[in-house]
């Protein structure tokens, strides 16, 4: 069964406010992962957060991480138009003890300018 | 240089036919793996490869028959071509066996579509 489920689905924003994304998942987990896709594209990683870790940061990302409440949130900051796509968190999970990334149904974000 | 490519990047046809997608990187990657992507853009891994040996193989139908010449290289055949098989095909490579741990790099997509 699905391993993420990202919250909200869809979010619209205007150009330099904050857009914060949130994923949930089910079981234990060694890492969790954020990808974003571009409309018609395929997916590009954007940073790696492992179960030992609380937060990352990379640029304009912020990732954290609460393995308590088996959840995470990416927030971007400053937000651009090029902003605008798919997010999405993807987590490896040891209780299914493959080497498999398993994918959330994603957020779509929208950035007007 | 595109690090995963993938050819053709739109495929249209009827049900019932064959038809296969490629997949190259030139990442030097260890692993590849082909994912499907449906209409609401959930994306669930069908099968990897490891130095061309399979790995993993999702359930998917045996009418989808991966096959890798070499680690740079895994193409995707599929027979008889249900409706339900249309979706857009990603294609993805990894350094590492450890896929889940490691980055994935996503080739552009395959947008398959059967009539």
């Known amino acids: 069964s699905q391993q993420g489920e990202e919250d909200p689905q869809a979010l619209s924003i205007q150009e330099g406010e904050n857009a914060t994304m949130n994923c949930s998942y089910k079981?234990?987990?060694?890492?969790l992962q954020w990808y974003r896709q571009n409309s018609g594209r395929g997916l590009v990683h954007l940073i790696l957060i492992r179960s030992n870790e609380r937060e990352k940061h990379s640029g304009r990302l912020r990732v954290t991480l609460d393995t308590s409440k088996k959840s995470s949130s990416l927030l971007i900051t400053a937000s651009r138009a090029a902003d605008t796509a798919s997010y999405f968190c993807a987590t490896d999970s040891i209780s299914y003890n493959t080497d498999k990334l398993i994918f959330g149904t994603g957020t779509r974000l929208q950035v007007f300018p | 240089d595109t690090a995963v490519s993938q050819t053709p990047k739109y495929l249209v046809t009827q049900m019932g036919n064959d038809k296969s997608i490629k997949c190259e990187q030139n990442?030097?990657?260890?692993?590849m793996y082909w994912y499907k992507q449906d209409s609401k853009k959930f994306l669930k891994i069908m099968f990897s490869y490891n130095n061309k040996e399979l790995i993993i193989n999702e359930t998917v139908p045996n009418r989808f028959s991966p096959k890798s010449p070499d680690k740079a290289h895994l193409n995707l055949h599929i027979n008889s071509l249900e409706l339900g098989d249309s979706a857009v095909y990603f294609c993805?490579?990894?350094?590492?066996?450890?896929?889940?741990?490691?980055?994935?790099?996503f080739g552009p997509g395959t947008r398959l579509t059967v009539l």
């Open positions: 079981t234990s987990i060694n890492n």
């Open positions: 990442l030097g990657h260890d692993t």
């Open positions: 993805a490579s990894s350094q590492f066996l450890a896929g889940a741990t490691d980055t994935q790099y």
